[in-house]
């Protein structure tokens, strides 16, 4: 069967940062724009109005981004794995029939679009990963950053901005992540119905 697409369109990212360049057309939904906002604006709320106690604010912050290291690296290596098994079960067939169309929204390829949309799952939990494994490593009492500020001018007005604005971030990655696992489960549902209608079809 011929194809209307070039093969060399299927191999054409040649990195992980060319997948997430190409992701990036996928936009978020209202409701998750506005679950992270409102998180983002209740934790800011509490960090610059309600709590005085800087040091409190980074034990939270030390104590959850140790939580969210241990769930992201947990979820990430079942994620991988349930995809894995996804993939190699899927038909060839369909997935460049697939490649034939092209999902309007993105402009991207429709089986580009699908898969896409799985691969920002995963970049994204490496990436909050990343930002919890430096804070672990460099944001303990005797940590580079601990030893580093004092030595920089207004120390104590910058220890409490970057303690703030950490806890900010921190707090709100916890709800993204859960947000992108939603996402993330009916990607599954909804291709594995799209395989399901193709087997009804062919037959």
Not at 47 to 72: C, I, Q
Not at 143 to 150: F, I
Not at 178 to 191: H, V
Request: some cysteine; aromatic content about 14%; glycine content about 4%.
């Amino acid at each position: 069967m011929k194809y209307s697409f070039d093969d060399s369109e299927l191999t054409s990212e040649k990195s992980l940062w060319d997948v997430y360049k190409q992701s990036r057309r996928i936009l978020p939904s209202k409701l998750q724009i506005f679950a992270i906002l409102t998180t983002m604006l209740c934790l800011g709320v509490n960090a610059f109005v309600l709590v005085d106690n800087d040091a409190l604010l980074l034990k939270d912050v030390r104590k959850w981004a140790e939580m969210g290291f241990n769930f992201s690296i947990t979820t990430l290596g079942f994620l991988i794995a349930g995809f894995t098994i996804f993939a190699t079960l899927s038909k060839p067939k369909m997935m460049l029939a697939m490649m034939e169309h092209t999902n309007k929204e993105t402009g991207l390829r429709t089986l580009k679009y699908n898969f896409f949309a799985f691969m920002k799952v995963f970049i994204a939990y490496i990436s909050v990963s990343l930002v919890y494994l430096f804070i672990v490593l460099m944001g303990q009492p005797d940590g580079l950053v601990a030893n580093v500020v004092p030595l920089l001018p207004n120390s104590s007005c910058v220890q409490s901005s970057i303690i703030k604005v950490t806890y900010l971030i921190v707090g709100s990655s916890f709800v993204y992540l859960l947000l992108l696992l939603k996402s993330f489960i009916f990607n599954i549902y909804a291709i594995v119905m799209n395989f399901l209608r193709w087997e009804y079809h062919e037959e």
